[in-house]
């Protein structure tokens, strides 16, 4: 998995290989995983994968735009965005 965009086919694959699972068990696991960060992110919470990193929400404050097409003025509303913080080991691991 090293060089290439990986998609969620080709990470299923690469869980089931490294677990010794089933392709459909390592779906279902990923599936739950990305679940659950989306559901504790939605309650405004985070998730910590201790090594791995850290998801959680950031606000992002109401600001003023501009529509490229007219330059007219637009205003962009506030919004809460997820946002993810690399751990160390998984900083080590990329460098």
Do not use: W
């Not at 060089?3 to 599936?31: C, F, M, P, Q, Y």
Request: no cysteine.
């Amino acid at each position: 998995m090293t060089g290439k965009l990986v998609n969620k086919t080709e990470l299923i694959d690469h869980i089931a290989t490294s677990a010794d699972i089933s392709k459909a068990a390592a779906a279902r696991a990923l599936d739950a995983v990305i679940d659950g960060v989306t559901t504790t992110l939605a309650k405004n919470d985070s998730v910590t994968l201790v090594g791995f990193g850290t998801f959680s929400v950031s606000e992002r404050a109401a600001r003023t735009g501009r529509n490229p097409r007219t330059k007219e003025e637009i205003v962009i509303e506030a919004a809460k965005v997820p946002k993810f913080k690399a751990g160390k080991a998984l900083k080590d691991a990329v460098n």
